[in-house]
């Protein structure tokens, strides 16, 4: 059977059980206390049991309201840390990579590193720096990876230095490490 979730009803619930009322929960939710009634009102009537007893002096969690707040509390928590993770990674395939190679590495085998990893991230931005063996091999001060880059890396098993290193070594167009 599919239901409608209602995560306003849900958080509506977990504000009043956490603030013991209803005006100290619509506070913070920054709503009246008539809108929080409603979402209250209408996560009972989706689910067709009462969860909070009110009067108009005092505030408390049915038997069925006390069961299912831990499982509100972990439905809300899942649903952010979701959402955070989505965001995160959507902000982690938008960025900036800059990449030191030997001009005649750029030349050879930099275009097809570079078009497979746009078609992946369209949304970053590529530099590219020209350098000396000597600089790109050795010095403290080459360009390295933004943290963006490193941790898009890591995601994907995809590195483009690793894929540079594959394509010098072996002269052939770079591959996915293998796991």
Do not use: W
Not at 78 to 88: G, K, P, Q, S, Y
Not at 115 to 141: F, T, W
């Amino acid at each position: 059977m599919r239901m409608k979730v209602d995560t306003l009803g849900v958080e509506a619930f977990v504000a009043i059980a956490d603030h013991g009322g209803f005006h100290k929960a619509a506070d913070a939710l920054h709503l009246t206390q008539t809108a929080l009634t409603r979402r209250l009102q209408n996560l009972e009537s989706l689910l067709g049991v009462t969860l909070v007893e009110r009067t108009t002096r005092s505030v408390a969690l049915t038997p069925t309201g006390r069961d299912f707040l831990p499982q509100g509390r972990r439905l809300l928590a899942e649903l952010t840390t979701a959402l955070v993770e989505i965001r995160e990674t959507g902000k982690a395939r938008r960025g900036d990579v800059s990449i030191a190679c030997v001009p005649s590495a750029g030349v050879q085998f930099l275009p097809k590193v570079i078009e497979r990893y746009s078609d992946r991230y369209p949304d970053n931005r590529i530099k590219i720096l020209d350098h000396a063996s000597s600089a790109v091999a050795g010095s403290d001060q080459r360009p390295r990876p933004t943290a963006k880059a490193e941790s898009i890396a890591a995601r994907n098993r995809f590195s483009i230095r690793e894929a540079l290193r594959q394509s010098l070594a072996s002269g052939k167009q770079p591959t996915k490490p293998r796991p």
